[in-house]
């Protein structure tokens, strides 16, 4: 296969430039595909730095697909804990115990069966595909979309929708090395082409960028929009222990762990005591002490000084630390 200028250029530089990262360590084909599951769907929403501690930790304590799938659900999510979008470690799970049982324990290594496990949607597929499998894909991450963008100067609405990024990002040619070529693409926006100040004197495909040439590097977003929302949170607290619930009512944290709490539809004078931001909901919460205890389905007591024995979203342990301050 005769490979593009620029397809040369990015992997001769990724392959004098790449950082060492455990997930992409010298190991077995069948070790790589559980390596490339568990920290794709880590990398999900998250950025690599923090990712790597976890990832550690987690190979260590689950070394395997099989023990993924037989993992309990406690020592998962205490695995989990810090990392956020909990509902990411379930599906992990789910997606093992389904490839045990359906795929004989082998990760598949098609576009369509990979879609139908939870928690695996086109970008991670095409990832686990390029990065596990050596298949040419180019999954298009934050990193590699900056890049394109960039490259080719996409400043306009229509320009920058998914739908027109996933066609033009054919510029970046096919490799015979697909699995070098994703990652490649993705370390060259997450070390040189970054959100801000991009290195561009020490990037390899400099000569045709056009916002280099342009010296104009602003990124025009397709912004989620952020939602404001109000909640009075309910504090009951006895002998230095604070009651939380199975959060089993609202769509984010579910049946994690949180304070009992309920939604106020635009309130008047609402003056929060905190402002919590979680994916894009502005949270604004207004603190309100209680003396009665109330009947809970799932009450659940935790000592504020014992916190880190507990597994809880960051979101309450945020909530508890604003308490101790206050
Ligand atoms: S030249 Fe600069 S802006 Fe263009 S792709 Fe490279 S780092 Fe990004």
């Known amino acids: 296969m005769k490979e593009q200028l620029v397809t040369k250029k990015i992997l001769n530089w990724y392959d004098l430039n790449k950082r060492s990262l455990p997930w992409r360590k010298n190991v077995s084909q069948q070790k790589r595909q559980y390596y490339t599951l568990v920290s794709e769907f880590m990398l999900q929403q998250t950025q690599v730095v923090t990712v790597i501690p976890y990832f550690k930790r987690f190979i ?31 599906n992990l799970k789910k997606t093992a115990q389904i490839v045990t049982k359906n795929f004989k324990g082998k990760i598949p290594d098609s576009f369509a069966d990979l879609i139908s496990l939870p928690g695996i949607g086109n970008y991670t597929a095409s990832a686990i595909l390029a990065i596990a499998f050596n298949k040419p894909y180019i999954p298009l991450d934050g990193n590699i979309e900056r890049v394109l963008k960039r490259y080719l100067y996409l400043k306009k609405k229509k320009d920058i929708q998914k739908d027109n990024l996933i ?19 993705m370390e ?32 025009k977003k397709n912004n989620k929009k952020n939602i404001d929302k109000y909640f009075l949170l309910k504090v009951f607290k006895k002998d230095q222990r604070y009651l939380l619930i199975k959060n089993t009512k609202f769509n984010f944290l579910k049946n ?6 309920e939604e106020l539809s635009q309130p008047k004078n609402f003056n929060e005591n905190l402002n919590i931001k979680l994916s894009n909901m502005n949270m604004n919460i207004k603190i309100q002490y209680s003396k009665n205890i109330r009947k809970f389905h799932t009450p659940y007591w935790v000592d504020e000084k014992k916190l880190d024995n507990y597994v809880l979203p960051s979101f309450t342990k945020k909530i508890v630390k604003y308490l101790e301050k206050n």
Request: glycine fraction near 6%.
């Open 60 to 90: 260590k304590n689950v070394p395997d697909l099989k023990s993924l799938s037989g993992v309990q659900n406690k020592k998962l999510l205490k695995l989990w804990e810090g990392l956020g979008y909990y509902s990411r470690a379930k």
């Open 167 to 185: 066609k033009k990002k054919s510029i970046f040619g096919i490799s015979s090395r697909p699995s070098d070529y994703a990652q490649a693409l």
């Open 188 to 219: 060259l926006g997450a070390l040189i082409c970054k959100p801000t100040n991009p290195s561009c004197y020490k990037c390899p495909i400099s000569n045709k960028c056009m916002a280099f040439k342009k010296k104009d590097f602003y990124l």
């Open 256 to 261: 994690l762990t949180i304070f009992p709490m």
